[in-house]
């Protein structure tokens, strides 16, 4: 099992800045990819950002040039900088880790942060 916690949520106002962090825990062999995602009232979750194990990143493109998605490997923990916030992007906002458990097993496992709520006012 993985336990994810997440934090840095809160509100902001447009234009402002904040910083979410996930820390995974527990028996694993390997993260082989952390991420954001989010979900807003009345619609579906959607991916916001990723990073792989070789540091390869993605982004949605309404997040592209504002968001910067890091990771530390030492602390099992991603990080997402969120500058020039939008209220579009008001959403919870989930992290999500895939892991491994085995060197000799490909099969990836996925988790899912409990989610932090990110608010911006206009």
């Known amino acids: 099992q993985v336990q994810l916690v997440e934090s840095g949520g809160g509100l902001v106002q447009a234009g402002g800045s904040l910083r979410l962090s996930c820390a995974a825990s527990?028996?694993?062999?390997?993260?082989?990819?952390m991420g954001w995602y989010r979900q807003a009232p009345g619609k579906q979750r959607e991916l916001v950002a990723t990073?792989?194990?070789?540091?390869?990143?993605n982004y949605a493109d309404s997040v592209k040039g504002r968001f910067t998605i890091s990771r530390d490997n030492a602390k099992n923990t991603v990080y997402l900088q969120m500058n020039s916030l939008k209220p579009e992007d008001t959403a919870v906002y989930y992290c999500n880790v895939l892991v491994g458990y085995s060197a000799y097993d490909v099969r990836e496992y996925s988790y899912w942060g409990q989610g932090t709520q990110v608010t911006v006012s206009s």
């Open positions: 990073i792989k194990s070789g540091d390869s990143t």
């Open positions: 527990g028996s694993f062999f390997s993260i082989n990819a």
